[in-house]
């Protein structure tokens, strides 16, 4: 009899293009992984709102994200995709979740902190409930796994322990997900700044390799990224500029690291960059073709979107109807 396969979910936001750091700390091990998994991925418009959006735009980058995820391989034979607002029940469930989060912990989260800082105009409930949205997504379905970059353990940890509270309390309902995060690529820095993570709210557009980005818009980007003074290329991760760029150049080139030490032995910054945006360029190609494809088929994005959901709804109707229960809401 063969295993049951564990369950992954993640989720990301349509809140802008999808750059590099997206890309290597969480899609590309969605991709790579879902033959051994069964997956969910879901499109969280919802977390999306904490931040202000223009409601035309949010729907069309909730169909350009749908477009992007299958452009880089998500198969919706092999994974339940969805938008997050299309499942009530991640709304509901977050509800209780926050009946049982300690004001203290939810306080602690630096993601608020950070964002916070950010949006110092818009410093709202939503914003500093996000965890708890982000528990219910994850807990709703039963999740073993949870791919994502190095940002989220945090949020992961509060999830674990809002569903041992909720166990210890009622009854074993929920399974204790745990946070897959990649050995290599799992915190890709900015490229103008390298002590900071790739971001999507940052300001300064040379700073994030967007998926979409044009090849002049690479090398240029590549270009102008900091490195140091040092003149030396290798796997030091004291050189923070150099470091990211080689583990960039790695995880995209499939070489080992003695292999690219080796051939950047004796060779200047200008060319290790030269080198890194070529290999960029070349890996984001197919993936560039296909999106414009695909994002011209809003019918079918619509029923790949519809059929996930139906899907989602299933599981997540059935789960939430024990958790109510064991509350006793009725
Ligand atoms: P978000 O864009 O915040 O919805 O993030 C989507 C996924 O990308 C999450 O799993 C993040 O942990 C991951 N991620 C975001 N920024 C980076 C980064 N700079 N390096 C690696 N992973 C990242
Ligand atoms: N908070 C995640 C991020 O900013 C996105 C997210 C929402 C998520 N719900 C999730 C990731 C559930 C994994 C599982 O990147």
Avoid at 48 to 61: E, F, R, V
Avoid at 145 to 162: A, F, S
Avoid at 196 to 206: I, L
Avoid at 254 to 265: A, L
């Amino acid at each position: 009899m063969p295993l049951e396969k564990k369950r992954v979910f993640s989720g990301i936001q349509p809140t802008g293009n999808i750059h590099l750091g997206n890309y290597l700390g969480a899609i590309k091990n969605w991709v790579q992984s879902q033959e051994q998994y069964e997956n969910i991925f879901c499109i969280v418009n919802a977390h999306a709102i904490t931040t202000k959006q223009d409601p035309h735009l949010l729907k069309q980058m909730t169909y350009n994200l749908a477009a992007m995820l299958l452009a880089c391989g998500i198969d919706p034979k092999k994974s339940i995709l969805f938008i997050q607002s299309e499942v009530n029940e991640h709304a509901c469930l977050a509800w209780i979740l926050d009946c049982f989060i300690p004001m203290g912990e939810m306080s602690r989260m630096t993601q608020f902190k950070d964002k916070s800082q950010k949006n110092a105009h818009n410093i709202n409930v939503g914003l500093f409930n996000y965890p708890a949205l982000m528990a219910a997504d994850i807990l709703l379905y039963d999740t073993d796994y949870v791919p994502v970059g190095e940002d989220q353990q945090q949020h992961i940890e509060l999830t674990r322990n809002v569903a041992l509270k909720f166990n210890t309390e009622y009854k074993t309902v929920f399974k204790l997900p745990e946070a897959l995060i990649p050995k290599q690529g799992a915190r890709i820095m900015s490229l103008s700044d390298p002590e900071k993570k790739m971001s999507k709210s940052d300001t300064k557009p040379h700073s994030i390799i967007s998926l979409l980005d044009s090849p002049d818009e690479i090398f240029a980007k590549f270009k102008r990224s900091t490195t140091d003074s040092l003149n030396s290329i290798s796997f030091n991760k004291e050189q923070k500029g150099v470091y990211n760029l080689l583990s960039i150049y790695q995880l995209l080139s499939q070489k080992t690291k003695e292999d690219i030490e080796k051939e950047f032995f004796n060779v200047g910054y200008g060319e290790l960059k030269k080198r890194v945006a070529q290999v960029v360029v070349e890996y984001f190609a197919p993936i560039q073709e296909n999106y414009y494809k695909l994002q011209k088929e809003q019918d079918y994005l619509h029923s790949i979107l519809t059929e996930g959901a139906n899907k989602a709804r299933e599981i997540a109707s059935h789960r939430y109807s024990i958790i109510k229960e064991c509350v006793g809401l009725l």
